[in-house]
């Protein structure tokens, strides 16, 4: 069965049922239809956050696929088996994916978040939230430099970008403005997609309404004619924007195939912006349950490290253990074997390719300090010579792992991974951060490069090193940061895989994303508006006669 069949042929229970599970109580919910709601931020008022935290990472993404948000759900419905009152703490798709190639956000097989059609299409209507108040910011600077309004901003130096969730490469670069006076100002600006925008980092990084505001006000938009910067504030639109926002805030709650609550809420990238879902969610989760199963996108030199130093570190979480989501397939993929052949069983090229899983596990356990589980997500092709190997290798490191079924055996395929992580809470965390804010943002880029990807070198554009100079210059040095970067690889170049033994980082572009609270540094060939592939997902996807949606996953 496909996963939306899996997922039609399931019997929800009435949000209601999960909401009050939780102690939750009608007032403090409003529901999205029987089987959707948005819990309201003032739910968090006077509750200690007294859950255990859980980050569920990946070794470097392949085509092979390693199912990081799958062995989420799986583990949470796991430990739910077991008796923990266990809450899921998960991003929200975008459509960009959804209609792309790399599919949507709810896991897959038997262990998913459902409705999953609802979630991987609209929901309730977040992400396109988060794309009205960002271009109604952009209409807005616009219109402030038509009018000759005040605080001047200087033509040419509007930084802010226009975004749509949706793949459009066409949208990358675009001239606005064409046509005469009446309409505008001639410029040139480009589309980020929404997931990588700052309003979506400003929404997920917000603790509340109050601090919402501030951070859109504090969005940087251009420049006046003595250089400074001119700020959504100072133009007068983080009000409205803020308005757009007021539903989009409060956390979603959805529920598993097995009814496992979930907080749905966010959705970053992790290659661009920051990753993870929003504080606001985590926090709840964490208020009302005992374990909480949330993820960080790619592998763990994207998603994890930005999980740790910029989220946890604003948002004042400290994780208590990692699971390490690992397959066969990727292995042999890191190891060198192409696509069509991942069927056969290949030990060596698993052997070259552990060194990609070996460093994501000296970083989690070496520079940030977590007890670490390493999950081997099954896939039917996997020979019992592969998983041997890898299990035994693993054993012979010290390091916990556990075999997961999930895709085909729910909660069942999970028992395992989900007693290793409870032994795993109950060791010490002598979790740490990769940098201090205190070190100098070139530095901080340096640290993250050499230690957490294994670069020899760090090499910064003229460009960039300028903006570096300045943003310190203008007060902003003690902001974390945030690399983009390839997903597929620890260098900038997606090609090179496993885990190469000398390599350099180019940093080509510095943008300061001041509302979020970083500052982005963007190396190699990184978009942040993706492109569609040559045979796009969306080719696949139809609705019959009855409104049942078909091809989706």
Not at 39 to 64: D, F, M, N
Not at 166 to 184: E, F, I, S, Y
Not at 254 to 260: A, G, M, N, P, Y
Not at 392 to 404: D, F, N, T
Request: hydrophobic fraction near 40%; aromatic fraction near 6%; charge should be neutral.
């Amino acid at each position: 069965m496909t996963d939306i069949e899996i997922a039609n042929a399931a019997q929800p229970l009435p949000i209601g049922r999960i909401a009050s599970g939780l102690g939750l109580t009608e007032e403090q919910y409003e529901t999205y239809g029987r089987y959707k709601a948005k819990v309201r931020l003032e739910t968090l008022q006077g509750r200690p956050l007294h859950g255990k935290l859980v980050l569920v990472t990946a070794i470097s993404p392949t085509p092979a696929g390693e199912g990081k948000t799958t062995v989420s759900v799986g583990l949470g419905d796991a430990l739910t088996a077991l008796g923990t009152k266990a809450v899921l703490a998960l991003r929200e798709p975008s459509l960009g994916p959804v209609f792309g190639i790399k599919g949507g956000a709810a896991g897959g097989g038997y262990a998913q978040v459902i409705p999953m059609e609802d979630i991987n299409l609209h929901f309730t209507g977040d992400l396109h939230a988060i794309t009205a108040a960002n271009n109604l910011l952009s209409a807005m600077v616009d219109n402030h430099i038509k009018q000759g309004l005040a605080p001047a901003i200087r033509p040419g130096t509007v930084t802010f970008r226009r975004c749509l969730d949706m793949n459009d490469r066409q949208l990358r670069q675009v001239v606005t403005g064409l046509g005469g006076k009446a309409n505008g100002v001639p410029a040139e600006s480009g589309f980020d997609i929404t997931a990588a925008s700052e309003v979506m980092a400003v929404l997920c990084l917000a603790k509340d309404l109050s601090d919402l505001k501030t951070r859109l006000s504090r969005i940087v938009v251009g420049e006046n004619a003595e250089g400074g910067f001119v700020t959504a504030g100072d133009i007068g639109a983080a009000g409205a924007m803020a308005v757009l926002l007021k539903d989009a805030i409060h956390p979603n709650l959805v529920q598993t195939l097995e009814h496992t609550p979930c907080f749905m809420h966010g959705g970053p990238f992790a290659n661009i912006a920051h990753g993870c879902n929003s504080v606001a969610a985590t926090r709840m989760a964490l208020a009302l349950g005992d374990v909480v199963v949330t993820e960080a996108g790619f592998g763990a030199d994207l998603g994890a490290e930005k999980f740790f130093d910029i989220k946890c570190r604003q948002a004042g979480l400290r994780p208590d253990c990692a699971v390490l989501v690992a397959t066969c397939r990727a292995l042999k993929m890191h190891g060198g074997v192409d696509k069509p052949d991942l069927d056969q069983e290949n030990v060596p090229a698993m052997t070259r390719g552990f060194s990609n899983l070996e460093k994501h596990l000296e970083n989690l356990r070496g520079f940030f300090g977590l007890p670490v589980v390493v999950a081997i997500n099954r896939f039917p092709g996997d020979t019992e010579g592969e998983l041997g190997w890898l299990t035994e290798k693993l054993a012979a490191m010290g390091v916990p792992a556990a075999l997961c079924d999930v895709h085909q055996k729910g909660s069942k395929g999970g028992i395992a991974l989900a007693q290793k992580v409870l032994d795993a809470l109950r060791q010490p965390a002598h979790f740490d951060f990769a940098y201090g804010l205190e070190d100098p943002l070139g530095e901080k880029i340096e640290t993250v490069a050499r230690r957490i990807y294994g670069a020899t070198k760090v090499t910064f554009s003229p460009e960039a090193l300028r903006t570096l100079q300045r943003l310190t210059r203008l007060g902003y040095g003690s902001l974390p940061i945030c690399i983009a970067k390839t997903q597929y690889s620890f260098t900038d170049d997606p090609k090179r895989m496993g885990w190469p033994e000398s390599f350099e980082i180019t940093v080509r572009q510095v943008r300061l994303s001041a509302g979020a609270g970083f500052v982005v540094a963007l190396t190699g060939d990184m978009m942040t508006m993706p492109g569609l592939p040559k045979r796009p997902a969306a080719l696949s996807i139809d609705m019959d006669e009855h409104g049942r949606i078909q091809g989706l996953f």
